[in-house]
């Protein structure tokens, strides 16, 4: 089942599209990973998705009224600022909004917590805690919007290797469970590690996708990122290592 649809989708910051007619589909069981350099368009390709910027083309959310959207898509933004001095738990029941009431005893908060390693944290200030800290408490508030859809930018940015490596395990665990989850990400390794599927934005155009080993060619690294990496397949799955520049 189609979880989001675009369709020659371009956003345009100025006259510069910055997202270059885009179309793609992400259907339940799929972790994509969205890769590109910096100022490729990834924030920009994730944001006029959701409808939260101005876009020509088409996106099935985007057109949704916001509500039903709600229910559809949760979105991690790539800022971490938490601004209210309110407890871990309190925050993220703030995911349950689409849902009715935001409430720190509903189930889903507590799922949310768990999945993120927080529990133990949850009667703690939100505003009190280290910056990885805080990155996982959001991860957690989106992941308590249970919706089917997740939309992620750079969500393991800041966090130690233990998290970075228990939130890629989570978002996979959620496809496998029939969600879609899209996280645009710079850990080249981690995301052919554990996404089943990626996204190569170069310049605003989608210039490759599928599986990690299809996507990380040599010709792409060069072209994409001026890298060259390594590969190899181990007993516990792909391994890939951005190894040094090629301009
Ligand atoms: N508010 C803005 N006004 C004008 N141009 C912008 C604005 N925000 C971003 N841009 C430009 O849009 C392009 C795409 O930016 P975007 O944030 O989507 O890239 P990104 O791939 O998410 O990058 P990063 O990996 O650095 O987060 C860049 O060239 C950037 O300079």
Redesign the pocket.
């Known amino acids: 089942m189609t979880l989001l649809s675009l369709q020659n989708l371009t956003v345009r910051?100025?006259q510069?599209p910055?997202?270059d007619d885009v179309s793609l589909t992400v259907s339940r069981g799929e972790f994509v990973g969205l890769l590109?350099?910096?100022?490729?368009?990834?924030?920009?390709?994730l944001r006029g998705a959701l409808g939260l910027l101005p876009a020509e083309g088409r996106s099935s959310l985007a057109s949704l009224p916001p509500l039903a959207r709600a229910r559809a898509a949760a979105f991690l933004p790539?800022g971490r600022e938490i601004a209210w001095p309110v407890s871990v738990e309190v925050l993220v029941a703030l995911g349950r909004s689409p849902h009715g009431a935001a409430d720190p005893t509903d189930p889903a908060v507590n799922r949310a917590l768990a999945r993120m390693g927080l529990t133990a944290f949850r009667q703690r200030r939100a505003t009190e805690l280290s910056g990885g800290e805080q990155a996982r408490v959001l991860i957690a508030r989106a992941l308590a919007q249970e919706t089917p859809l997740l939309l992620a930018?750079?969500p393991v940015a800041g966090l130690d290797p233990e998290a970075q490596i228990r939130t890629m395990q989570v978002f996979a665990d959620l496809a496998a469970e029939g969600h879609g989850v899209v996280a645009?990400i710079?850990d080249l390794g981690l995301a052919a590690r554990h996404c089943s599927r990626l996204l190569l934005?170069h310049r605003?155009r989608l210039v490759a996708d599928g599986p990690p080993r299809e996507v990380l060619t040599d010709a792409a690294l060069a072209e994409v990122f001026g890298i060259k990496g390594f590969h190899t397949e181990t007993a516990d799955g792909p391994v890939f290592q951005p190894m040094g520049l090629v301009r």
Not at 36 to 45: C, D, E
């Open positions: 910051r100025g510069c910055v997202v590109g350099p910096n100022g490729a368009g990834k924030t920009s390709l790539q930018d750079e645009a710079h934005i605003g």
